[in-house]
C-alpha cells in the first residue's frame, strides 16, 4: 500500500484493514478467511457458482464476473476451476489478503487492489458482479449507497449483481428467538454495518430491478434469498438452547440439521439478484 493511500486513509478504512490483516495471517488460504462457518461459506459459494451456470446455459457466452471483496480468493479459485471459459476479476481493499489471492495463480483471472467506493474498472463491462458479506465492511451508509452506484456503473445493462449481504431484519429475527429461549442478542461485529432492506430497495430503485430468486428457472438448484436461514435457527438458537452456551460453530448438531429446507427469515445472510436497468 502506498504512503499516499495510507496517509487518505479514515479511522474507519484503519479498523478494516486492520481486521483483515489479522484474518490473512490466521486464516490464509482457508475458506474460513471471511467466514468461520463451514456450513455458511460452502452454501453462499454454491449461491453464486449456480447462477454463474445458470448465465452461461441462459446467455450461452463467455461471461466476465467481478468478485468484489474477494479477500484470499477462495470462491473465485473454485469458479475459476469451474468454469475455465469465463472472465474473472477480483478486487479487494485488502493488500493482506490480495496476497493469498495472488499466490493462488487463478487461471484467466485478473486481481487488483481496490475500494468499492471507487472502482478503477470501466462503464458497461461486466456481465455479473457478486459479494460475498463485502458492503457490510463499509461502515458509512453514504458510503454503501457510493458502493451500490459503483456496482451500477461496471455493470452492463442487463447485467446481475447477485448480493450475498448481511441485513438487520433476520438478526432482529434470530435475536428474538435467542431472547424466548434466554439467551442473549447477538451484534454485529465492530467491523461490520449491516444493511437495512427498505434503504437499500429505496436506494437502488433507479439503478435495479430486484429479481425474484424463485423465478430464475432452474432446474437444478433452488434459488431462496432466506437461503440460510432454517441453517442459522438451528446453530444459533436451538443449539445453544440445548447446549446451554454460546454459539458454536460447525458443531455436529448444526451440520446434521443443515439438510433442512430454508424457511423463514432466521438469518442476516440474505441473497438478492438485481439486474442493472
Known amino acids: 500500500m502506498s504512503s499516499d493511500r495510507?496517509?487518505?486513509?479514515?479511522?474507519?478504512?484503519?479498523?478494516?484493514?486492520?481486521h483483515y490483516r489479522q484474518v490473512a495471517a490466521t486464516h490464509g488460504f482457508?475458506?474460513?478467511?471471511?467466514?468461520?462457518?463451514?456450513?455458511?461459506?460452502?452454501?453462499?459459494?454454491?449461491?453464486?457458482?449456480?447462477?454463474?451456470?445458470?448465465?452461461?446455459?441462459?446467455?450461452?457466452?463467455?461471461?466476465?464476473?467481478l468478485d468484489l471483496g474477494c479477500g484470499?480468493?477462495?470462491?473465485?479459485?473454485?469458479l475459476a476451476q469451474d468454469n475455465p471459459q469465463e472472465h474473472f476479476w477480483g478486487v479487494d481493499f485488502s493488500?493482506?489478503?490480495?496476497?493469498?489471492?495472488?499466490?493462488?495463480k487463478i487461471p484467466n483471472c485478473v486481481l487488483a487492489q481496490g475500494d468499492a467506493r471507487h472502482l478503477n474498472l470501466d462503464d458497461d463491462f461486466f456481465?455479473?458482479?457478486?459479494?460475498?458479506?463485502?458492503?457490510?465492511?463499509?461502515?458509512?451508509?453514504?458510503?454503501?449507497?457510493?458502493?451500490?452506484?459503483?456496482?451500477?456503473?461496471?455493470?452492463?445493462?442487463?447485467?446481475?449483481?447477485?448480493?450475498?449481504?448481511?441485513?438487520?431484519?433476520?438478526?432482529?429475527?434470530n435475536n428474538k428467538a435467542r431472547a424466548e429461549c434466554g439467551l442473549s442478542a447477538i451484534k454485529e461485529a465492530h467491523h461490520n454495518k449491516y444493511l437495512e432492506a427498505d434503504l437499500i430497495r429505496e436506494?437502488?430503485?433507479?439503478?435495479?430491478?430486484?429479481?425474484?430468486?424463485?423465478n430464475l428457472g432452474?432446474?437444478?438448484?433452488?434459488?431462496?434469498?432466506?437461503?440460510?436461514?432454517?441453517?442459522?435457527?438451528?446453530?444459533?438458537?436451538?443449539y445453544?438452547?440445548?447446549?446451554k452456551g454460546e454459539v458454536a460453530r460447525n458443531s455436529e448438531i448444526a451440520r446434521f440439521f443443515s439438510f433442512l429446507p430454508a424457511v423463514g427469515n432466521y438469518s442476516p445472510i440474505q441473497a438478492y439478484v438485481l439486474r442493472k436497468k
Open 127 to 173: 456481465d455479473l458482479v457478486y459479494t460475498e458479506r463485502c458492503l457490510i465492511n463499509i461502515l458509512d451508509w453514504a458510503e454503501q449507497q457510493a458502493a451500490l452506484q459503483e456496482i451500477a456503473r461496471v455493470l452492463r445493462r442487463g447485467g446481475f449483481y447477485v448480493m450475498i449481504e448481511c441485513f438487520l431484519d433476520g438478526l432482529e429475527s
Open 72 to 78: 484470499n480468493g477462495y470462491t473465485l479459485s473454485l
Open 218 to 238: 432452474s432446474d437444478r438448484f433452488t434459488f431462496q434469498s432466506n437461503f440460510l436461514s432454517s441453517y442459522y435457527f438451528v446453530s444459533r438458537v436451538l
Open 30 to 65: 482457508s475458506s474460513r478467511s471471511s467466514m468461520e462457518d463451514d456450513v455458511v461459506r460452502a452454501r453462499e459459494v454454491e449461491w453464486i457458482r449456480q447462477f454463474c451456470l445458470l448465465l452461461r446455459r441462459q446467455w450461452d457466452k463467455s461471461l466476465r464476473v
Open 6 to 18: 495510507e496517509t487518505n486513509l479514515t479511522a474507519s478504512d484503519r479498523l478494516i484493514l486492520d
Open 240 to 243: 445453544p438452547a440445548i447446549a
Open 95 to 104: 493488500q493482506d489478503l490480495l496476497a493469498i489471492a495472488s499466490e493462488r
Open 203 to 214: 436506494a437502488i430503485s433507479g439503478l435495479f430491478t430486484i429479481v425474484d430468486p424463485s
